[in-house]
C-alpha cells in the first residue's frame, strides 16, 4: 500500500518480534516515512474515532485476540463511515471436515461444534475462534459493519493443502496437475467459482469477509 499510494500505513500488532522483523522490512524497503509499527492490541486500538479510511485485519488475529466481539468494535470504531474492512479468519465449517477426516471422535467435533473454540495445543499457545458465514456477518452487523462480500479460500494452494476439494482428486491426478501451470490455472479457476459461493464460502479453511461501514 505504502509503495503503491502516497497513503499513511499502520501496522499494529503485539508480536514485538514480528513488529521487529516488520521496521527491518520497511527500513530496507526506504519507504519508513509513510508506515508507522504499533506495539498494541486490536482490543484496545491507541485511536480516535474515525482515523482510518480502511482496516485490513488478517493472518486470523479476530481468532486468536481473546474477545473477537471486542476487537471488531474497536476496529469498526477508528474506521471512517462509508470506508472499508476487510478480514480474514478461520471456518468453523473446515475444521469440523478437517477433525472428522484426521479421525477426531464425534464427541469430540460435538464439543467443538458447541463451543467453535480450538483448545490451546503444541505449536499453537492459544485459544482459537473460528466462525461460520452466518456467525461473522452477524458480529459485523452488530459493530455497524454491512457485509459487501465474503468468500472461502483454502490456505495456500499445492497438492498438500488439505483442501475440501483439492483433497477430492485421485493422489497421482492430483500430484499431475501441480506440474503443470496450465492445469493449476483450472483448477485454481474452479476453487474461486466455487467459494465466490457465499453459501458455499464456509467449506473453505478460511473466510475473508469485506465489510462497509454504515
Avoid: W
Avoid at 18 to 37: F, Q
Avoid at 138 to 144: E, F, T, V
Amino acid at each position: 500500500m505504502a509503495e503503491k499510494s502516497n497513503c499513511i500505513v499502520v501496522l499494529l500488532d503485539v508480536t514485538r518480534d514480528l513488529l521487529k522483523t516488520a521496521k527491518r522490512r520497511i527500513k530496507n524497503k526506504m519507504i519508513n516515512e509513510r508506515i508507522e509499527t504499533l506495539d498494541a492490541d486490536i482490543r484496545c486500538v491507541p485511536h480516535p474515532d474515525r482515523s482510518f479510511d480502511f482496516v485490513l485485519c488478517e493472518a486470523d488475529p479476530l481468532c486468536i485476540c481473546g474477545d473477537p466481539e471486542k476487537a471488531v468494535g474497536e476496529l469498526s470504531r477508528v474506521l471512517k463511515p462509508n470506508h472499508y474492512f476487510v478480514a480474514g479468519v478461520d471456518s468453523t465449517l473446515y475444521r469440523v471436515y478437517s477433525a472428522l477426516s484426521q479421525g477426531s471422535s464425534l464427541d469430540a467435533v460435538l464439543n467443538f461444534l458447541q463451543k467453535e473454540m480450538s483448545p490451546a495445543e503444541e505449536g499453537a499457545p492459544f485459544e482459537s475462534k473460528s466462525f461460520t458465514p452466518n456467525e461473522l456477518i452477524a458480529l459485523l452487523q452488530k459493530n455497524g459493519l454491512e457485509t459487501v462480500r465474503i468468500v472461502g479460500k483454502p490456505i495456500g494452494f499445492g497438492p498438500h493443502v488439505l483442501d475440501v476439494f483439492v483433497a477430492a482428486l485421485p493422489t497421482e491426478k492430483r500430484q499431475k496437475i501441480f506440474k503443470s501451470t496450465s492445469a493449476i490455472e483450472k483448477l485454481a479457476k474452479i476453487l474461486h467459482t466455487i467459494y465466490d459461493d457465499p453459501y458455499v464460502a464456509g467449506i473453505g479453511s478460511h473466510l475473508h469477509v469485506v465489510a462497509k461501514k454504515k
